[in-house]
């Protein structure tokens, strides 16, 4: 069998129409601006054409609406640096916010410890009226002891 040559008994077979009408979707590469299958019989300069008048004019520039256009002179004005300014604020804010709240509980620390000091100290005074009322007993069972002799 030769190995450009085709031979007639394979021809023979008709091979199955296709039944789909609609071609299966295709992923596209990242730099294909091709939306229907019936642009590809353009030509590649009539696309680059149509593709460079609707991506305003450069290959890497980001679209902007038109309310965006008359601020790319003023870096300020830019959005970017106003989201950056604004998250800059936020972040701020919340240092504040947190500093007043680790402040918050160093006072609330500070007091636990005072109010632990003076139970201890209570508890200290307690002991020893605690200890003095003890051996006031001893004195007064000591006494006790004498009596009832005559009974």
């Known amino acids: 069998m030769p190995l450009f040559h085709s031979s007639t008994q394979e021809r023979e077979e008709p091979t199955p129409a ?3 009408t609609q071609e299966p ?14 642009d590809y019989g353009q030509s590649a300069s009539s696309s680059t054409h149509a593709n460079s008048s ?6 890497f520039r980001r679209h902007r609406s038109s309310s965006l256009d008359c601020t790319h002179d ?7 640096i106003v989201f950056a300014r ?3 604020t936020e ?12 402040m918050q509980a160093r006072a609330a620390v500070q007091s636990a410890k005072e109010h632990v000091r003076n139970l201890e100290r ?8 605690a200890k003095a009322k003890q051996s006031e007993a001893k004195n007064v069972s000591k006494s006790a002891k004498a009596l009832g ?3």
């Open 54 to 59: 609707r991506s305003g004019g450069s290959f």
């Open 18 to 20: 296709p039944t789909q």
């Open 74 to 80: 003023d870096p300020k004005n830019d959005p970017s």
């Open 25 to 38: 979707s295709r992923s596209r590469s990242i730099f294909s601006r091709r939306s229907d299958p019936s």
């Open 149 to 151: 002799r005559h009974g």
């Open 91 to 102: 972040a701020e804010a919340a240092e504040r916010e947190a500093d007043r709240a680790l």
């Open 122 to 129: 209570e508890i200290s005074e307690d002991a020893k009226r």
């Open 86 to 88: 604004q998250k800059v």
